[in-house]
């Protein structure tokens, strides 16, 4: 097995940041905003709620009653007031009204979005368990989940061995006794460790038992490019996870949407994979305080245009957005961009809407360019659109090669916001 990362060595708790010394990343706080008078949601399955977390002094502390007293404290049932834009790294909020309803918006990196996304569940529903390496007391190797243990105690928190097949195996026996578990696989390299678990048990179970059980649990990981980690763990496998019937598959490519995809992941009766871009960690975007909760299966259009349908899929999502103003400045050329967001279910609705209004699609992937995502994409397009299209349907992909560590290397193995212009401007001028 491949274990060559700086964060694999063994779980050590409060041993620091985990990535190397160049590119490691400055301290957030270690508290996790506290959760709004969220109204629970009804979930089918059984479920079963864990006791409080243990106190320093042997007894359990009661939940219900500090969450009343927290509520009261202002504003009544609900208020949260400005809680939490500073404990997430947002640089500053901004306030908006809808209606009469106060809307206090937060800007918040792709990292601290994930913390917060987690947060909201667990503290709306008991069920909802985290485990994983390294995500307790280190807040993990990406500081993804920073203060979560702090807030929810080590009975809901659970660091584990460097096992894929332990940590995956713990959350599927969660799930089919009650529970909501979040798993996190560090690399999303490392499904090749557990995938026999994943596709063979966790894909077919509800299938296997005609609806008896059903495994309501999220798999956390971080795919793709950008840290140089080299070709065992810098992977964008979206495609493996998008082939097995039974699993969905999300990857989000905002704060924004990482925040309410992930609420949607848990809340959801079924397995999903829950792709976060590594190169994505540290941007920003805005974040309205409050609950989010978003739906799966849907796409979302980014940018309107009129000659081409750009369709990408998280870090590619910027880049073809970068691509899409360089091409109406330079050229003229006017781009429709849409974010595919969930690959399982598929929003087909909205994609052939898109390629119907400009006749041309462009798919924009960061797979190895064999059985990629964007094969599918075309695929349906062909068979649903083809006297819509004017043009051949042309896809941008990574080559079919192993993703090298080299800086200048990987940068351009990748789709480039160059590369998307030039083959735009190539076929559509």
């Not at 993804?144 to 929810?152: A, K, N, S, W, Y």
């Amino acid at each position: 097995m491949h274990r060559q990362s700086a964060g694999r060595r063994r779980s050590v708790a409060g041993r620091g940041f985990d990535l190397p010394d160049e590119r490691a990343l400055a301290r957030r706080s270690r508290q996790v905003p506290a959760g709004g008078g969220a109204r629970r949601l009804v979930e089918e399955g059984p479920r079963r709620a864990l006791p409080g977390p243990v106190g320093r002094d042997g007894n359990r502390g009661e939940r219900p009653a500090r969450h009343r007293a927290r509520r009261g404290a202002r504003g009544g049932r609900g208020y949260r007031g400005r809680q939490g834009l500073s404990a997430f790294g947002g640089r500053g909020h901004r306030e908006g009204r809808v209606g009469r309803r106060r809307i206090v918006v937060a800007e918040l990196t792709y990292r601290d979005a994930v913390a917060a996304g987690i947060a909201q569940e667990m503290a709306r529903d008991e069920s909802v368990v985290f485990l994983g390496e390294d995500i307790g007391a280190a807040g993990g190797v990406f500081k993804t989940t920073l203060g979560l243990l702090e807030r929810f105690g080590p009975r809901r928190v659970r660091d584990t061995p460097i096992s894929e097949q332990a940590i995956i195996g713990a959350a599927m026996g969660a799930a089919m006794t009650g529970l909501r578990p979040i798993a996190e696989i560090m690399f999303s390299d490392f499904f090749a460790v557990c995938w026999d678990m994943i596709a063979n048990e966790i894909a077919k179970t509800r299938y296997m038992t005609a609806g008896q059980i059903a495994l309501p649990l999220v798999i956390r990981t971080a795919n793709g490019y950008g840290s140089r980690f080299g070709a065992q763990h810098s992977q964008s496998v979206e495609n493996w996870a998008m082939a097995i019937p039974g699993l969905k598959v999300v990857a989000p490519s905002t704060p924004l949407d990482v925040k309410g995809l992930l609420a949607a992941a848990v809340r959801d009766p079924d397995p999903v994979i829950f792709f976060e871009h590594k190169g994505l960690y540290s941007t920003k975007g805005e974040v309205p305080d409050g609950e989010i909760v978003d739906r799966l299966g849907t796409a979302k259009v980014v940018r309107q245009g009129e000659d081409v349908t750009i369709v990408a899929l998280a870090a590619m999502v910027p880049k073809s957005l970068q691509a899409a103003e360089r091409l109406a400045a330079e050229d003229g050329i006017s781009a429709t961009v849409v974010d595919v967001r969930s690959l399982v279910p598929l929003d087909t609705k909205t994609i052939f809407e898109e390629v119907r209004k400009t006749g041309r699609l462009y798919t924009v992937e960061e797979n190895p360019r064999l059985c990629g995502w964007g094969a599918e994409i075309a695929s349906l397009v062909a068979e649903e659109c083809f006297y819509d299209l004017d043009g051949p349907i042309v896809r941008i992909t990574t080559p079919h090669v192993p993703l090298p560590a080299a800086d200048l290397l990987e940068d351009n193995a990748v789709p480039t916001v160059d590369r998307i212009v030039e083959t735009v401007r190539r076929n559509a001028g």
